[in-house]
């Protein structure tokens, strides 16, 4: 049983990992929503009612209500910056809250697509520790089973790792574990005759 | 500081007002109509450029392809305008260009230097690509913030979210 959760706990970080880089090859992420503000000296672009984060083929992320902080690097901004050169601020923090949806997308074996599905009222990510975390009813959910946190499930992007604060329960497909040798063992039960 | 400010925004409305200053303007503080007015009160290629009242640096520039004073603006000169074809572009400390705002047509206020819409607008940086389309906006230079009121859809490049190199 152990040992199929380390193999469940390796598929969902394998699909997570997935979606940010997969994010850097693609070319553009697009945001949409009903409203907007942009604080330009700060860099902060806050944006609600119906938003949707899409980059194409690898996530899409749905809420109420989404902060991002961009800000200008100054460094860049004192230079002569080409257009098209991507020379100014890189993403700082991102607060999504809301009827927070993300999808994650990964290629699968035969052309096929893998989804991962988060969820939970709130998802922050920082871009200092480079960790997503997930509160108010967190929940993944991959092909192979759902994970249920009950404060937060907090993966952090650069060790690819996942940790959970407060318990949590994972919910296996029972196909799973169809081939797997934990109901495989022989056993010292009589043989039926 | 205002004050200084205030004086500067009349002093260049005053060039744009004056046919007779129009041909010796061509100075960064204010751009003027080429073009003959069609009607009383509307200036053709309308061009201003605002600058911060204590450094001189170029803060903002407004440019249309027509602009009129705004009926409801009264006073010795209007502060107010509508013009059509706008084009908003913000600069940085180093007067680079940072964000660039168009809207067909728009209300500028060329005192407090904020410019407001109902329509559609488009916004881009070119430093980091980001663009932006939507209807009905208002831009308050003071604050230096841009309130999007309908269908906002921005673009940004994935490289601005990118993670440090995963470990090996």
């Avoid at chain 1, 994010?23 to 700060?42: G, S």
């Avoid at chain 1, 806050?46 to 100054?74: F, I």
């Avoid at chain 1, 200092?128 to 009950?150: F, K, Q």
Wanted: aromatic letters at 6%; glycine letters at 10%; one cysteine or more.
């Amino acid at each position: 049983m152990i040992r199929s959760l380390h193999v469940l706990r390796w598929v969902l970080l394998t699909l997570l990992v997935a979606g940010p880089v997969r994010a850097q090859l693609q070319d553009r992420i697009q945001l949409t929503a009903t409203n907007a503000v942009l604080e330009f000296q700060e860099g902060v672009y806050h944006l609600w009612d119906h938003v949707r984060v899409e980059s194409s083929g690898v996530l899409t992320l749905t809420c109420d209500d989404l902060r991002a902080v961009l800000p200008q690097d100054k460094a860049a901004a004192a230079a002569t910056v080409a257009p098209g050169a991507g020379g100014s601020g890189r993403l700082q923090s991102l607060v999504a809250t809301g009827h927070v949806q993300i999808q994650f997308f990964q290629a699968g074996a035969g052309g096929t697509t893998n989804v991962v599905h988060a969820s939970g009222d709130k998802a922050e990510y920082g871009a200092a520790d480079e960790v997503l975390i997930l509160t108010g009813n967190p929940r993944i959910e991959t092909g192979s089973g759902t994970m249920v946190g009950t404060e937060a499930l907090i993966y952090d992007l650069k060790s690819r790792s996942m940790r959970n604060r407060g318990p949590y329960r994972i919910e296996l497909r029972s196909d799973v574990l169809r081939n797997s040798v934990l109901f495989n063992r022989g056993t010292n039960a009589p043989k039926s005759r | 500081m205002v004050f200084r400010r205030t004086h500067i925004a009349v002093a260049l409305l005053i060039l744009i007002g004056s046919p007779a200053l129009e041909a010796q303007a061509p100075t960064n503080s204010a751009q003027t109509a080429s073009a003959p007015s069609p009607a009383p009160g509307i200036i053709r290629d309308w061009g201003i450029s605002l600058r911060d009242g204590a450094s001189g640096r170029v803060q903002v520039r407004f440019s249309s392809s027509e602009a009129a004073p705004a009926k409801a603006e009264g006073g010795l000169m209007p502060a107010v305008w509508d013009v059509t074809g706008l084009r908003l572009e913000t600069f940085r400390a180093d007067e680079s260009a940072d964000f660039t705002i168009e809207a067909p047509t728009c209300r500028v206020n060329v005192t407090t230097r904020d410019a407001a819409s109902p329509g559609p607008f488009a916004a881009h940086r070119d430093g980091d690509g980001i663009r932006m389309t939507g209807t009905g906006f208002n831009f308050d230079n003071g604050r230096q913030r841009l309130v999007v009121s309908n269908d906002v859809r921005i673009e940004i490049r994935a490289s601005l979210v990118k993670t440090s190199p995963s470990p090996k």
